[in-house]
């Protein structure tokens, strides 16, 4: 009795850990799945899990509703959602986060807010990532009033005496240079600073951003100075924005100066810089400038995308259709001339 009932704990045991086992391997690969698009196995997988009596973990489902959400399926999204809040588990402030950005992307605010609402009824409270994705939409839907009254909303129980973070302020600040309200962009700025809040290369990319937008770049220069003083290292978002307001004023060689000081600052250009200059050398007739380039990126390995050879290419059909009404008027001048010239002989 005492062999049988050993060999049963064996048994028992290595089941357990097959099933462990299995479990884990099942939500890694619906985990994968979501990452590579392939929401429909994902989902697949995830019912087949639920129908042995296994359901998945939060984590899990957060990878499926983000998965959802990217695609621009929010309400299937919102759909696994609901069976979250009957069967399990509980969705977090990552899952509502989630679908909230989800319904904000495809132009859903209305749906957004209502989520928000009924979050504390799901016994979740909003953290300062939701704060800021509802202020973002709201915003870029200029409707800067209801997001400054979302936000005072939020903060006044917040620990930090009600200032908004630096993810808020920066959205904030776009929304202004959007609007044109470039006084009130600087004195949030200015506010930030009195409020001792440490600014980051985000957040100057905002401003110098504006500033150019704004057609004020001798500010912009002079906020990408101050970047240096404090410590700050430009990034390529930096210099991109910098690159594209020169090109919009068509100083293409100050643009490719730029680029040298960038390389030489140890950032390489991206497909958006290559991007950038060689559409302004496209548009200045530069053909074999931008074919340059456009080896250079190939000799650093970098891949151009369908957008840069659609601009070369665009390119040379423009300077062979003038090529070709060029030679088309010399043939009919030599057709003139022929004809008077047998006329003459005549």
């Known amino acids: 009795m005492m062999r049988e009932n050993l060999c049963l704990v064996k048994t028992g045991l290595t089941i357990g850990y097959a099933c462990e086992s299995k479990y884990a391997e099942d939500t890694a690969t619906i985990r994968r799945l979501c990452l590579d698009g392939k929401l429909e196995a994902a989902v697949w997988l995830q019912g087949k899990m639920v129908q042995k009596g296994v359901v998945p973990d939060v984590f899990t489902h957060n990878h499926i509703v983000n998965g959802l959400c990217k695609i621009g399926l929010p309400d299937k999204a919102d759909l696994v959602v609901r069976e979250m809040l009957e069967f399990g588990p509980r969705p977090n402030c990552a899952t509502y986060n989630t679908l909230i950005k989800g319904y904000c992307a495809v132009n859903g605010v209305d749906r957004a807010l209502y989520l928000f609402s009924t979050m504390a009824y799901a016994g979740i409270l909003p953290n300062r990532v939701t704060c800021s994705i509802l202020v973002c939409a709201l915003c870029e839907k200029g409707l800067l009033m209801e997001a400054k009254s979302m936000l005072v909303e939020i903060l006044k129980d917040d620990d930090e005496k009600g200032i908004p973070d630096l993810v808020t302020s920066s959205i904030f600040m776009d929304s202004y240079f959007k609007n044109g309200a ?10 930030m600073l ?13 401003l ?17 100075c101050e970047m240096f003083k404090k410590g700050l290292l430009p990034d390529a978002f930096t210099y991109n924005i910098l690159i594209g307001a020169l090109c919009k004023e068509g100083k293409i060689s100050e643009a490719c100066y730029t680029i040298g000081v960038m390389s030489n600052m140890g950032i390489m250009p991206d497909q958006i810089t290559y991007q950038i200059v060689i559409r302004g050398f496209c548009f200045d007739g530069e053909i074999v400038r931008a074919k340059n380039l456009l080896w ?3 000799s650093n390995l970098m891949v151009p995308k369908p957008l840069i050879w659609n601009l070369i290419m665009t390119c040379k059909g423009d300077i062979m259709i003038l090529v070709m009404h060029f030679l088309q008027e010399i043939r009919c ?3 003139v001339f022929a004809l008077m010239y047998l006329l003459i002989m005549l």
């Open 182 to 191: 470039i006084i009130q962009a600087l004195n949030l700025w200015n506010q």
């Open 333 to 335: 001048w030599i057709l």
């Open 208 to 224: 110098i951003n504006g500033f150019c937008k704004s057609q004020l770049m001798n500010l912009a220069y002079g906020y990408a």
């Open 296 to 298: 250079c990126m190939l």
């Open 194 to 206: 009195q409020n001792c809040t440490k600014v980051d290369v985000v957040a100057y990319n905002v």
